[in-house]
């Protein structure tokens, strides 16, 4: 009779840990070949963090207002735990994951109505990251289309920027967003 109660049980918790996985963004894709309205298509991150180099920085009129963007109008993020100006990234492990960098081709974007100062530092993979107004630009996995801007406040450390760098702080409207999910949030900076 306890033989028969521990299957079932095993069951439910080899389910459960394959969920807290893919909630953690550890499945292999988050989006790929998605169309935006422009007609460019976005590309996702792997579950390794990985993107491909940005090769233009523009503006795209969202909720929040006027925010940068990529090429294929991917949002870019700043994270509060960095430095503005530092060398280098604070967001390693699992944030790096969640949040995967930004990085610079073999050379600088081209500049669509961003007036900021982008530059670069090295990354925690070791590639170029590039930096806006000296902040890091980071891309988050929950966001599976161009426009989306689901990573805006989350954990009240992840923010959009404007056109100069400026962090915008304020929240989406209710209908063109939803909010970040906590199912991958359950670990600390």
């Known amino acids: 009779m306890i033989a028969s109660r521990r299957r079932p049980a095993l069951a439910v918790l080899a389910a459960a840990g394959a969920l807290s996985l893919a909630a953690c963004g550890t499945s292999s894709s988050s989006a790929s070949g998605t169309s935006s309205a422009s007609g460019s298509s976005t590309s996702s991150t792997s579950s390794t963090g990985s993107a491909p180099a940005v090769t233009a920085l523009k503006t795209a009129s969202t909720s929040l207002g006027s925010i940068v963007v990529d090429e294929a109008g ?83 450390i992840w923010w959009v920027l404007g056109p100069d760098g400026s962090r915008i702080t304020t929240s989406p409207s209710a209908s063109s967003s939803s909010s970040p999910d906590d199912s991958g949030g359950g670990y600390a900076y």
């Open 74 to 156: 991917r949002t870019l993020y700043q994270y509060d735990d960095d430095t503005k100006g530092a060398s280098s990234s604070v967001c390693t492990g699992a944030c790096a994951v969640e949040w995967p960098a930004a990085h610079a081709g073999k050379g600088m974007p081209r500049l669509a109505g961003v007036t900021g100062a982008v530059g670069t530092i090295t990354g925690v993979d070791g590639k170029k990251q590039l930096t806006l107004d000296g902040w890091p630009l980071y891309y988050f996995h929950g966001d599976a289309a161009a426009g989306d801007v689901l990573g805006q406040g989350y954990d009240g």
